[in-house]
């Protein structure tokens, strides 16, 4: 079978009218990956879209590595919300832990604990990942230079962007860039 190369519609993860729950967007990609399965030899067209949908669901930063983990201990719905929303909005500046818990209303070490029991990583590790994204969406639509779209994705420079990226995805950008796969 051939390499097929697509691109994350971002709307394609979103619920109507809201964010839908981690749990429910488990069962959707659960769904999706079954009827795939099921049309990969009838309809490619159809299995390859339905493909693309999942990607974007396992692409999306409000789907926890184990759906059924409790949050105790985890931020509340209204502190995420806040801190997402921030952090998208900072994305090309400086994001500050002191910010984010001021955010939250709570104190940097309590807040750093409960981000990592409602996100399962630490603040730092997050926003370095949602650079990353940033950064391939940007590789994938436009045809700017790496040491512009590092500073666009908030890292100090070309280099910066290069070790971060080989880090989380396991290739360096211009490798990624012109595979032009989602990984």
């Given at each position: 079978m051939s390499a097929l190369?697509?691109?994350i519609d971002?709307?394609?993860?979103?619920a109507p009218g809201g964010a839908a729950s981690p749990a429910s967007q488990h069962n959707h990609l659960t769904r999706l990956l079954a009827h795939v399965m099921s049309l990969v030899e009838q309809n490619d067209d159809t299995a390859i879209d339905l493909i693309r949908k999942a990607s974007a669901l396992v692409a999306s930063p409000d789907l926890p590595a184990n759906p059924a983990r409790s949050m105790r201990g985890g931020l509340a719905p209204w502190q995420v919300?806040?801190?997402r929303r921030h952090i998208d909005e900072e994305l090309t500046g400086?994001?500050?832990?002191d910010d984010l818990a001021q955010i939250t209303r709570l104190s940097t070490s309590y807040f750093s604990a409960a981000f990592r029991?409602?996100?399962g990583t630490s603040p730092h590790d997050y926003i370095?990942?949602?650079r990353i994204d940033h950064a391939k969406q940007l590789m994938l639509t436009t045809d700017?230079?790496?040491c512009e779209i590092a500073l666009d994705c908030g890292f100090a420079d070309q280099s910066h962007l290069c070790r971060v990226f080989r880090r989380v995805t396991g290739q360096t950008p211009a490798a990624w860039r012109r595979n032009g796969w989602i990984a």
């Open positions: 190369q697509f691109q971002d709307s394609l993860h979103r919300s806040r801190v400086r994001i500050n832990i029991a409602s996100f370095c990942r949602r700017t230079p790496l």
